[in-house]
């Protein structure tokens, strides 16, 4: 908690004060249930959910005092379950109820807060995923394309224009929702 304090307090000496937390770290440590360490388990939380916590609970004293704040979680459509990946989905999945409980406890602040899941997107820790699987990166980001209405991949830039209008005053009267970001893929 002691790091996330100092690093909003860096933030809001820094800048003058603070109006946007985007929690986006994320690990992946994925293997099938029956093989992966408490380690793996308790690494992809942590990341996943604590560090949203203690950073989330240090900006929202600043959040509450000037009754202004946007706060942007990442989760991913692996919250619905994905193969080898227990820890990583029920990250995601908690990142959903910890968004809707933010948006419950601190609307009433003026805080909004949203969260993010996106689909498949063409990042280096996709890469590695096909580099992992022994897959060409072409090959395995078309096998994903294949699989949602729009017939393509996702861009880093698809997810920033999705968090640009969540973290503006255009979105002020959304609070506690998870805007999937997946070209269709979840909708079948």
């Not at 939380?45 to 004293?61: E, R, S």
């Not at 009433?108 to 969260?115: H, L, S, V």
């Not at 820790?125 to 949602?148: I, P, Q, S, Y």
Request: hydrophobic share 45%.
């Amino acid at each position: 908690m002691a790091a996330a304090e100092a690093a909003i307090r860096a933030v809001v000496d820094g800048l003058g004060g603070i109006h946007i937390l985007v929690n986006n770290a994320g690990i992946t440590r994925d293997n099938l249930l029956f093989k992966m360490t408490e380690q793996d388990w308790d690494l992809v939380m942590g990341v996943h959910l604590k560090g949203p916590f203690n950073m989330t609970k240090a900006a929202q004293k600043h959040f509450v005092e000037q009754k202004y704040g946007k706060i942007l979680n990442l989760s991913s459509v692996s919250a619905l379950g994905n193969r080898g990946q227990a820890n990583y989905s029920a990250a995601k999945m908690g990142v959903r109820g910890f968004t809707r409980t933010l948006g419950i406890e601190l609307g009433p602040f003026g805080i909004n807060a949203n969260a993010i899941a996106p689909g498949f997107i063409a990042t280096e820790m996709t890469d590695a995923t096909a580099a992992r699987l022994k897959m060409d990166v072409e090959e395995f980001r078309k096998l994903n394309a294949d699989h949602n209405p729009v017939r393509r991949v996702g861009f880093p830039e698809d997810i920033a224009a999705a968090a640009a209008f969540l973290c503006s005053d255009e979105a002020s009267y959304i609070t506690g929702q998870t805007l999937y970001v997946d070209g269709g893929a979840k909708l079948g």
